[in-house]
């Protein structure tokens, strides 16, 4: 299985700063080192032009300008710098990368992405750019040019945080189905509306994670009768883990592992293409937050096999 990264973009944060910039690159040693059979890959740039299929071309350039305003940069969570625009151009083509490649072998990931509060014109809770939204954009145009139909995609976003973001660039789009399963009471205070949002209550727990998630994904496949998405991008959060800083969420590291194992099943019993995406993992103990992040992509790994032959 193929897995891009971009870690190599540190971002020049101030003392105490409680975005887990050491995450990443912890994640991609303990992959080479653990999971010898994904093939790890450098992520590419996203050009302005993959930028604009999801973003207004003033916010775009503000922020490879680094123009944004105080209050942008306060909303986003991170200070304007070179390589925060970098880091996010990287961020979004690591997730370009994995849609083509689960669009050719089934399964692929980034080991970061799901950047799902950026809007067309601002970003928002570390998110600078949506790279969902860009690469789901950019796998429909490629489709098209390539067959001549639609490519159908959906959006599984289990990131404890409502994917509001992803919501309003698809608010009109029939072609991206969004499905949010997130904190009832946590950020954003202002919920956009996806296709199905599921609301979940503090200390949520594995079973009645597990039984709103079976029943979310019953109400995926229905809207879609006999003819499933064609790509999934599925946002498996480590921040719903109940060791989590900023979750408010239960569940145990074997429930999030029972989640990822759900989704990825799910998908490849249908032949949809997934690309997986890390998003948030704010954990107390940073270690413990690689790991579920590690077992996500050990699990995804062991259905690349099957999932490549379809």
Excluded at 140 to 151: H, P
Aim: some cysteine; hydrophobic content about 45%; proline content about 5%.
């Amino acid at each position: 299985m193929l897995a891009y990264h971009s870690d190599r973009f540190e971002l020049p944060l101030p003392p105490g700063h409680p975005f887990p910039m050491a995450k990443y690159r912890l994640l991609r040693e303990r992959v080479a080192a653990e999971l010898p059979g994904i093939r790890l890959q450098p992520a590419p740039a996203a050009s302005d032009g993959e930028l604009a299929l999801a973003h207004t071309p003033d916010y775009i350039a503000e922020v490879v300008d680094g123009t944004l305003a105080a209050a942008r940069q306060r909303e986003i969570g991170l200070p304007w710098s070179p390589q925060l625009a970098e880091r996010a151009r990287h961020s979004v083509g690591a997730t370009i990368a994995a849609a083509r490649a689960a669009l050719a072998e089934g399964i692929a990931a980034s080991l970061a992405g799901g950047t799902h509060h950026a809007r067309a014109d601002r970003g928002g809770g570390y998110c600078v750019f949506n790279d969902v939204a860009v690469a789901a954009r950019l796998m429909q145009a490629e489709w098209a040019r390539g067959r001549r139909s639609l490519l159908r995609v959906a959006v599984i976003d289990l990131d404890v945080h409502q994917g509001d973001g992803t919501a309003a660039i698809f608010r009109d789009d029939p072609s991206v189905w969004t499905l949010s399963l997130h904190g009832r009471h946590n950020y954003p205070a202002r919920k956009a509306c996806s296709d199905l949002d599921v609301a979940l209550p503090d200390g949520c727990g594995d079973d009645d994670y597990l039984a709103a998630l079976d029943a979310a994904l019953a109400a995926l496949w229905r809207a879609h009768g006999d003819a499933p998405p064609g790509l999934v991008f599925y946002l498996a959060g480590a921040d719903v883990h109940a060791g989590d800083r900023l979750g408010r969420l239960a569940l145990s590291a074997a429930g999030v592992a029972e989640r990822d194992r759900r989704v990825i099943a799910a998908c490849a019993g249908r032949g949809v293409a997934l690309a997986l995406t890390m998003a948030g993992g704010y954990g107390r103990d940073l270690d413990q937050t690689v790991a579920l992040h590690l077992r996500t992509l050990a699990l995804a790994g062991a259905a690349w096999p099957a999932a490549s032959r379809r």
